[in-house]
């Protein structure tokens, strides 16, 4: 059992087929980009309120 787990360990991370390394970088990429754009949106919102406030500052 030991030496089954061992081995294990070892192939973490290696893929011995470049379509399905390839297929698997795909989604992981896919998985980051996600979490950015939504990331940007909140960006967006402050950069509108931020020209907002500036734009109220300024008239008044």
Do not use: W
């Not at 061992?6 to 390394?21: F, M, Q, R, V, Y």
């Amino acid at each position: 059992m030991g030496c089954q787990k061992k081995k294990n360990e070892d192939s973490l991370g290696t893929l011995n087929s470049p379509e399905k390394a390839f297929q698997e970088t795909q989604k992981a990429l896919a998985l980051i980009s996600l979490q950015l754009n939504h990331g940007m949106k909140s960006v967006r919102y402050l950069q509108e309120d931020e020209m907002t406030t500036a734009q109220i500052f300024i008239k008044y």
